[in-house]
T-cell receptor, first 118, second 113 residues
Framework: GAVVSQHPSWVICKSGTSVKIECRSL??????MFWYRQFPKQSLMLMAT?????????EQGVEKDKFLINHASLTLSTLTVTSAHPEDSSFYIC??????????????FGPGTRLTVT | AQSVTQLDSQVPVFEEAPVELRCNYS??????LFWYVQYPNQGLQLLLK??????LVKGINGFEAEFNKSQTSFHLRKPSVHISDTAEYFC???????????FGAGTRLFVKA
């Protein structure tokens, strides 16, 4: 089946620093990737949608200058949390969708990245 | 716009008992429906999906769900649960011609021995 990996699985950083999270589709080409944020005991909130080779589309209320998303290839998308603050601490999950295939309506989720900002 | 309501935030149940996790959706257009499971500190795993055809959908781990268009529901069921089914379950909806998937708030299934 389709596999999506995320790296790192967890990261602790100091307030004011930037953190990059990678999302990779390992055995398929992801024309579209999604980034979600999940607070404890809550649902997934879509942050942005990225298509390979183009700018990400951010959801209302998500600061695009703070959460930089790059989807430079069909297998890699990155989320950079710039100038992180403790309120950015959360569980970040990416998902990937290959719209060109038969499974185009299924998203494949990564295992998530736990970010803690001290 | 679509929305998803999961009617129960927590469902405690004894091992080997049946369980139903309820999900209602709202949409003015045709939708695809999904159920995902999330174990602690992990991503989401697809349990089953309804795209078209038979309204009774069978998924992994013995789960099934029934799409009821008139009641705009997509309830998840399992006839006999195991301790290992303890997890968070999310119902999700996607517009058939669209991109985004909207998730419900989640239902915590807690299976007791």
């Amino acid at each position: 089946g389709a596999v999506v990996s995320q790296h790192p699985s967890w990261v602790i950083c100091k307030s004011g620093t930037s953190v990059k999270i990678e999302c990779r589709s390992l055995d398929f080409q992801a024309t579209t990737m999604f980034w979600y944020r999940q607070f404890p005991k809550q649902s997934l909130m879509l942050m942005a949608t990225s298509n390979e080779g183009s700018k990400a589309t951010y959801e209302q209320g998500v600061e695009k200058d703070k959460f930089l998303i790059n989807h430079a290839s069909l297998t890699l998308s990155t989320l950079t949390v710039t100038s992180a603050h403790p309120e950015d601490s959360s569980f970040y999950i990416c998902s990937a969708r290959d719209m060109r295939g038969q499974g185009g309506y299924e998203q494949y989720f990564g295992p998530g990245t736990r970010l803690t900002v001290t | 716009a679509q929305s998803v309501t999961q009617l129960d935030s927590q469902v405690p149940v004894f091992e080997e008992a049946p369980v139903e996790l309820r999900c209602n959706y709202s949409s003015s257009v045709s939708v695809y429906l999904f159920w995902y499971v999330q174990y602690p500190n992990q991503g989401l795993q697809l349990l089953l999906k309804y795209l078209s055809g038979s309204t009774l959908v069978k998924g992994i781990n013995g789960f099934e769900a029934e799409f009821n268009k008139s009641q705009t529901s997509f309830h998840l069921r399992k006839p006999s649960v195991h301790i290992s089914d303890t997890a968070e379950y999310f119902c999700a909806v996607s517009h058939t011609g669209g991109f985004k998937t909207i998730f419900g708030a989640g239902t915590r299934l807690f299976v007791k021995a």
